[in-house]
């Protein structure tokens, strides 16, 4: 500005140094606050709403130290976070690693070949059909047809009669009597018809598209709440990413986009190319913890069609309509979605198990193992919803998100299974490329007790329905089966059998065979609302004892409803929820006795020894 002041009137150069700098100087602020606000990074701060008893950290440690039956364990003080003494939190080195092994082997190698050359197949007959429809009828025919002429012809008739009886099943089910219709209106009330403030008012929503902008999964509303916010969300996910193109002309993204926080809600985004994944929260959970829910709602649509497959077409047609393929389907993402938030397991990526005899147990196992056809690879009882055995390979093994997905197609309610049910499912943390063949079916006329065969043959019906009835029947024989089904009526755990007055509510996970146990709330905190504030109170907890960057030891928390303590060793994680009044005294001895009761109880409650056999 001053290289031409010599030509204008100092007159003319004083008025607009006047005029200029008091409304450029603060638009240039407001903009640069404006940004720096949008973009700050979000802190979790806790605070503690009343004055706590008085809780000397050095006793504490030195007694939960000195009962601990972890001779590894060792606590630092500076690792204990008080949130009523305002401890500075200090960074210690985490020792834990995740169980188990990535299991892409032979068992699964045949199946995974002939998914590529189905996929391979598809693309190919597509090139030469123009019409974009016929190019989806022929998906949909490859997915449900998928060894169409390789059976014999009566077996073939047999399985069409098993197709028909399923599809009359699912029209009874759509079809059927008038309570659990109104049930399902009720439902689908609850998921797409909504108005947009109803929408808006919703705490938490999960919405999946892909990365050309095509609808294909909300958890509330239709296909108009994404339509409408699609541009958005590339535009968000675009703007923050940054590609790099290789000497091999490979393109590899440099920046991606976790999460950010605006208002009241966080936006927390899972990229998994083709397919968009966001989690839009106002429940104040943390971003660590939203992703990995993000992660399940990935892995249940992956489990409906592989992850090669969805690669391979949206590859050859990024404008495909993946919700031809997941038609059907929906009821099984919609109970995984609620059921993210009230299922420990989820966040603690363990298996929950019936507490019964462990002699009852193995017995189960021994019986499956002889009867077990050379097709089975895996095999799971489970009663109510919760593990009771489990068979497999040797230097085999399912990871307990995969068998999270597979008590959530159990514990679907729409589901009304008489007979049995033939299907492919896909674990993803198996082999995300092939499916595993699955038989479900019911033992009991209640159907509290299930079995899983699951194998890498897609023609092993027959034989799979022969070792169900095999097993059936042994169960029923040796009365097995009516332990079972005894111990799937009891209720989970009640909090009394403890006989701590001032504990409230537990949840211990064993770490070697990540499996977890929740206590039954008693009343008055049975009622859902106060399940999930000590629900929340637990997903903290384990977020500060997990935290990448200064994962804790012990936790303590005192508010005006709960006080909790969690502690985490590397045999187990424990979170105890008591009065809020509870003594320093009080909350030493309770933790202890609830120690000591869970390890003499463990045979019990967990699954110590899975029945494996070599593979020929």
């Not at 440690?61 to 003494?85: G, K, Q, R, Y």
């Not at 913890?289 to 969805?310: D, M, P, R």
């Not at 105890?576 to 933790?591: S, Y």
Request: charge should be negative.
């Amino acid at each position: 500005f001053l290289l031409f002041s010599s030509s204008l009137p100092s007159s003319l150069l004083l008025f607009l140094l006047i005029f200029i700098s008091p409304f450029s100087l603060p638009c240039f602020c407001s903009l640069i606050g404006k940004r720096l606000t949008v973009f700050k990074p979000f802190k979790l701060v806790l605070m503690s709403s009343q004055s706590p008893p008085e809780l000397d950290r050095k006793d504490l440690l030195d007694t939960l130290e000195a009962h601990s039956n972890d001779p590894n364990l060792t606590i630092d003080a500076d690792s204990v976070f008080f949130d009523n003494d305002a401890i500075d939190e200090v960074d210690r080195e985490s020792s834990s690693s995740e169980n188990g092994e990535n299991i892409l082997g032979d068992l699964v190698e045949a199946d995974k070949t002939n998914v590529d050359a189905k996929v391979k197949e598809e693309v190919e007959e597509d090139d030469e059909d123009e019409d974009e429809e016929e190019f989806h009828d022929a998906q949909d025919h490859e997915m449900t047809n998928s060894n169409e002429g390789e059976e014999e012809e009566k077996p073939s008739k047999r399985m069409d009669d098993g197709n028909k009886e399923e599809k009359e099943e699912k029209n009874k089910h759509s079809n059927g009597n008038e309570e659990v219709e109104e049930e399902e209106e009720e439902g689908d009330n609850d998921h797409h018809e909504m108005s947009e403030h109803e929408w808006v008012q919703k705490d938490k929503h999960f919405i999946v598209l892909s990365d050309a902008g095509k609808p294909i999964f909300t958890r509330f509303g239709g296909d108009d709440s994404i339509v409408t916010r699609a541009g958005v969300i590339q535009a968000l996910i675009s703007f923050v990413e940054e590609e790099k193109v290789s000497s091999k002309g490979d393109v590899a993204s440099m920046n991606e986009l976790k999460w950010f926080k605006a208002g009241d809600f966080q936006f927390v985004f899972l990229i998994r190319k083709p397919l968009y994944l966001l989690s839009v929260s106002k429940t104040q959970e943390p971003p660590t913890l939203l992703h990995s829910q993000l992660t399940y709602v990935y892995n249940q649509i992956v489990s409906i069609t592989t992850l090669n497959h969805i690669t391979q077409v949206f590859r050859r047609h990024p404008s495909y309509d993946l919700r031809r393929q997941l038609a059907g389907m929906e009821k099984f993402t919609y109970h995984l979605m609620d059921s993210l938030d009230t299922e420990y397991g989820f966040f603690l990526n363990s298996v929950s198990c019936l507490p019964i005899e462990q002699q009852t147990r193995d017995k189960v196992g021994n019986i499956m193992q002889s009867c077990r056809h050379k097709h089975v690879a895996f095999g799971l009882v489970i009663a109510n919803g919760r593990l009771v055995t489990f068979m497999r390979p040797k230097k085999y093994n399912l990871f307990p998100q995969d068998i999270l997905l597979l008590l959530n197609f159990v514990r679907t309610p729409s589901q009304s299974f008489e007979g049995f049910t033939w299907v492919p499912i896909c674990l993803p943390k198996f082999n995300s490329s092939g499916f595993l063949h699955c038989h479900m079916s019911y033992l009991d006329p209640d159907h509290k007790v299930c079995l899983l065969l699951l194998s890498t043959n897609p023609n092993s019906f027959y034989d799979l329905n022969r070792t169900q009835e095999s097993i059936q029947s042994s169960l029923v024989e040796t009365k097995l089966l009516g332990k079972i089904i005894d111990a799937a009526r009891k209720p989970q755990v009640p909090i009394d059998v403890v006989h701590l007055e001032s504990l409230r509510h537990f949840v211990y996970k064993h770490k070697k065979t990540a499996q977890y146990l929740a206590s039954q709330p008693q009343p008055p905190f049975d009622q859902p609302q106060e399940q999930k504030k000590i629900f929340r109170l637990c997903q903290e907890a384990h977020h500060k004892l997990n935290n990448k960057q200064r994962p804790l030891v012990l936790f303590f928390k005192s508010t005006s409803e709960h006080t909790i303590l969690a502690w985490t060793t590397s045999m187990f994680e424990l979170y105890a929820v008591m009065d809020p009044l509870t003594t320093k005294q009080g909350v030493i001895e309770a933790v202890l006795r609830l120690l000591r009761w869970l390890k003499r109880e463990e045979a019990k409650i967990f699954m110590l020894n899975s029945q494996s056999f070599q593979l020929k």
